[in-house]
């Protein structure tokens, strides 16, 4: 199965690297504000990621519990020798590209996601099932960031002018973390397994789950014109 | 009440995927959704599903009928308290109309009746519940396979019984039934219910041909069988057929209703609020289907917003009997829903009776907006365009 879920989340990626917006990102033809709403989608979806990451955490099977406990510490800051948490990497980011001052709309926004995401009716009957499909989301980004991070930190360094410090979080997600994602991709064998899945239905899940490209939803569809004038101004 | 302004936002909302049926390819929501505020600033939604090939309109007709037609008739007008009046009252107060080249124009209808209804009841605190009160605490829906390849077209029904659905309807007449209705099967298993919608597909010739061999697939109903049109042909398939017959878009107006149960052409209908013209004429169409003891489908427009969900879901809740539902699909399609809380269903298709004011969903017009190539305001003088 894991050849099957790498072929989809490879598939994704291609299709993210390919969309127009992220090749207008890259080749610099991107606006200012299309730069800058892209930044702000981005830390959009991963500023919450450690209340993600530890829900999957207490969901782990045993054999992927260590590691998804590590990941978990290294979200927030404690077993990364940084010492920094991914948010506060995000409040860099932000600060460089001098979005600071509705940061907190967009950490407003972020928990509305999450809330929505909690209010709405489970389409799966137990958690094992959700568990699975959020964490076959939360292994695709670490997949397509190991593969994109570089392009996308090189992107803003050379059109957005960003400097290192607000590009960290980039740096922590790109290729150096691409054993990282492999390990993603295993942790999902692993709680299949453990917890019992047909063939068949896991992969209806991780169909279901990938059924949208949720990188081009997340990175280039959420912030509404309304709030992209907000940041503008 | 008297509504003192309009706006019309003809929609083009992505779908997660498209959806394909032997008459149509679907890629968006184009329904047109019209929000009414009255004199006191109370704002109401409603909304209408234009298909060419079922009413005859398009989401160009609905934004002209209800901008030049529909709402010089009630902008400005003291107009009926849906709640202590009925929904009769509020029926009879759109006035009827001809539009060349369209069967009925039952879409603009849909969205204005359901917009006044919603903004009525808003302006009183009250829940569409108080005038179609819930006969059920919940709606259980089934899930629409579309006609992609058959492979999706299994994998899909698999994932649909995976989170619970208790019946699939599957599209067919596109040439591979056999084969699409084997593998369907296979795919959910016998304690699925299975019913098939061919949009029109066959001839009668043809219907009656391609349907026995289907029957020992336990095919609960087989809808829209044959293009709108000849009822003595339904009657006779319907004599024939071993599979249920089931109508939809044979049934747009009460009516072709009259005329489907006059000749007793039909075992079962499927009534959908925008086709039919709104909540009163739904249920009307319904009430004379108990009567002819015919079976009732509350059907959805596909890529409808959280605003006809909501409004389907009164109705699928307060009709006595009602053998299938369809609807509430809402992030499971669209991109972006309309509504602040989702309405779309759960596990095992179940969604509660919403209580809320109004249709009971709160819409959010920013995604309106960014979602409407087409706005139209209207103001009691008419419309600003």
């Not at chain 1, 072929?7 to 690297?17: G, I, N, S, Y």
Request: with cysteine; hydrophobic share 45%.
């Amino acid at each position: 199965m894991t050849i099957s879920v790498e072929a989809a989340f490879a598939e994704h990626v291609d299709q993210l690297t390919a969309s127009p917006p992220f090749r207008g990102l890259e080749s610099g033809e991107a606006s200012r504000e299309e730069f800058d709403s892209f930044i702000a989608n981005l830390i959009r979806a991963h500023v919450n990621s450690p209340r993600v990451v530890a829900f999957l955490y207490a969901l782990a099977p045993p054999a992927a519990c260590h590691d998804m406990l590590h990941n978990l510490l290294e979200e927030i800051g404690i077993d990364d020798e940084s010492g920094v948490s991914h948010p506060a990497m995000l409040h860099d980011l932000a600060a460089g590209a001098r979005l600071a001052p509705v940061m907190g709309e967009l950490e407003r926004l972020a928990a509305k996601d999450l809330r929505s995401m909690v209010s709405e009716p489970l389409l799966y009957g137990t958690l094992k099932e959700v568990g699975l499909a959020a964490l076959c989301e939360v292994v695709a980004f670490e997949f397509m960031l190991s593969r994109v991070a570089s392009r996308i930190e090189r992107a803003l360094a050379t059109h957005r002018g960003l400097g290192a410090e607000s590009l960290r979080w980039f740096h922590h997600h790109s290729e150096v973390d691409i054993a990282h994602a492999q390990q993603g991709l295993q942790h999902i064998e692993d709680y299949v397994l453990y917890y019992g899945f047909s063939e068949q239905d896991a992969q209806n899940i991780i169909e279901l789950t990938l059924r949208e490209n949720v990188f081009i939803k997340r990175y280039f569809s959420q912030v509404s014109p309304t709030t992209a004038s907000t940041m503008q101004g | 009440m008297k509504l003192a302004s309009a706006t019309i936002y003809a929609l083009q909302i992505p779908f997660v995927e498209s959806f394909r049926h032997s008459a149509h390819l679907r890629q968006a929501c184009d329904s047109v959704v019209l929000r009414v505020v009255d004199e006191n600033g109370v704002v109401g939604f409603g909304e209408g599903a234009p298909r060419p090939y079922v009413t005859g309109e398009t989401p160009e007709v609905v934004v002209d009928h209800l901008a030049h037609n529909l709402w010089p008739k009630v902008a400005g007008v003291e107009l009926p308290d849906p709640q202590a009046d009925g929904l009769s009252t509020l029926d009879a107060f759109i006035p009827d109309m001809v539009l060349a080249g369209v069967v009925s124009p039952n879409a603009a209808r849909c969205a204005l009746e359901l917009a006044m209804l919603d903004c009525g009841l808003r302006a009183r605190g009250a829940s569409v519940a108080a005038v179609v009160p819930p006969r059920r605490a919940s709606v259980t829906y089934g899930g629409i396979v579309t006609a992609g390849s058959i492979d999706a077209a299994a994998r899909r029904a698999a994932q649909m019984k995976l989170v619970g659905l208790s019946d699939i309807k599957l599209k067919v007449g596109i040439g591979d039934d056999m084969e699409r209705v084997a593998a369907v099967r296979q795919a959910i298993g016998p304690e699925v219910s299975l019913r098939l919608d061919a949009n029109g597909a066959w001839d009668l010739a043809e219907a009656l041909q391609v349907l026995p061999p289907l029957a020992p697939f336990d095919v609960a109903a087989v809808e829209q069988p044959l293009p709108r049109g000849a009822v003595g042909d339904l009657r006779i398939l319907r004599e024939a057929s071993p599979i249920p017959v089931m109508v939809d878009e044979s049934l747009v107006t009460v009516d072709d209703a009259e005329r489907l149960f006059a000749e007793e052409a039909v075992d079962m209908v499927n009534i959908r609020l925008s086709k039919c013209g709104g909540f009163q004429r739904s249920m009307e169409i319904a009430r004379m289907a108990a009567d002819a003891q015919v079976g009732v489908q509350i059907g959805c427009q596909v890529g409808e917003t959280a605003v006809l969900s909501a409004a389907g879901r009164h109705l699928a809740a307060g009709l006595p009997d009602v053998v299938f539902v369809e609807g509430s699909f809402g992030t499971l399609l669209l991109v972006e829903d309309v509504s602040v809380e989702s309405v779309r269903f759960g596990h095992g298709g179940r969604a509660p009776v919403l209580s809320g004011p109004g249709l009971g969903v709160e819409v959010v017009e920013d995604t309106l907006r960014r979602y409407a190539p087409r706005v139209v305001e209207l103001s009691a003088g008419g419309p600003q365009l």
